[in-house]
């Protein structure tokens, strides 16, 4: 009976030794803690024509507003309406390429996600599949040429960021775009990053909400990167795709009107430069000249 007594006692006080280490390992806690890690899910716009497979480019990378790391090994899927349409894997550099094939014409929104994930957090990134005939004529149109002239250039060189959302568009860019638009021209809008070290990905991502923020026309965002004839290079890789009918360009750098016009494509300037503007270059003092100049 003495024995009996004991052995019973004995295994209480395990019960509760047990009970005492589980609770000082994760006090409050029922279950393991989750350590999951914040990710930002960033996209860029794809181009392409009706029933022809693209490519849709995304990055999966830290959170941080300047240096961010890529996060690879992380599964990763394509929506369109809601439905999963492609899946894929982030590789080292926390890239993802996934593709895609739609009859529908016009800016179609598509959302990247991650999927089931040990490591990471949900993260969601935006973008457009934009789908044009090619016969359709199209105006490419430089970022800084739709924004306000900031009062003095900031001190501090850009580096990572693309464009101050801040930014006021400039009067009537918005409306007569939307004239150009509305029944014959396609729009290309172009970002020329300000550094080698600026970000593409995130360049893409502020200039779409830009133009949603001030009510621009949707349209296909195109980021070229800085120095030499990186935006000529891009104009070529898209005329050899067969986007033959972007022939004009609206702008206000001295970079993107040259690449224009040594391809003999037109290019228009706005607003006025205060010195000479390149030779054959169309110049409209604002936005309410800008169609008269095409």
């Known amino acids: 009976m003495v024995m009996r007594l004991a052995t019973r006692d004995a295994r209480a006080a395990g019960l509760i030794g047990f009970l005492f280490v589980i ?5 409050g806690d ?6 999951k ?3 930002t899910l960033l996209v860029k716009d794809a181009l392409t024509i009706p029933g022809r497979s693209t490519t849709i480019e995304a990055r999966l990378s830290t959170v941080g507003p300047w240096a961010t790391a890529g996060i690879g090994g992380e599964p990763i899927e394509l ?5 999963v ?5 982030t590789g080292g550099d926390g890239r993802v390429f996934l593709s895609y094939r739609s009859n529908v014409q016009g800016a179609l929104p598509i959302r990247v996600r991650v999927g089931k994930s040990s490591r990471v957090l949900p993260a969601e990134g935006r973008a457009n599949l934009v789908v044009w005939e090619q016969r359709n004529p199209i105006v490419a ?4 040429a739709l924004m306000e002239q900031p009062p003095a250039p900031s001190p501090v060189p850009l580096i990572g960021a693309a464009l101050d959302p801040e930014r006021k568009p400039m009067s ?4 007569e775009l939307a004239k150009l638009t509305q029944f014959y021209y396609r ?3 172009v970002v020329l990053l300000p550094s080698p070290g600026a970000d593409g990905f995130r360049a893409a991502n502020q200039t779409r909400e830009w133009l949603n923020t001030h009510q621009f026309p949707t349209g296909y965002v195109l980021v070229s990167p800085p120095g030499g004839d990186a935006l000529g290079e891009k104009l070529d890789e898209l005329r050899a795709d067969g986007w033959k009918t972007l022939k004009i360009g609206i702008g206000r750098s001295t970079a993107f009107v040259e690449a224009f016009l040594n391809r003999r494509l037109q290019a228009v300037m706005v607003p006025e430069l205060s010195g000479e503007p390149p030779p054959k270059a169309r110049v409209a003092k604002d936005w309410k000249e800008v169609r008269k100049k095409l």
């Open 37 to 39: 890690a914040a990710a």
């Open 30 to 35: 029922a279950l393991p803690a989750t350590d």
């Open 172 to 175: 009537n860019a918005a409306e």
């Open 79 to 83: 929506l369109v309406e809601d439905k």
């Open 23 to 27: 609770s000082l390992s994760h006090p």
């Open 141 to 144: 149109v430089e970022l800084a």
């Open 187 to 189: 729009v290309i809008y």
């Open 85 to 89: 349409v492609a899946t894929g894997m």
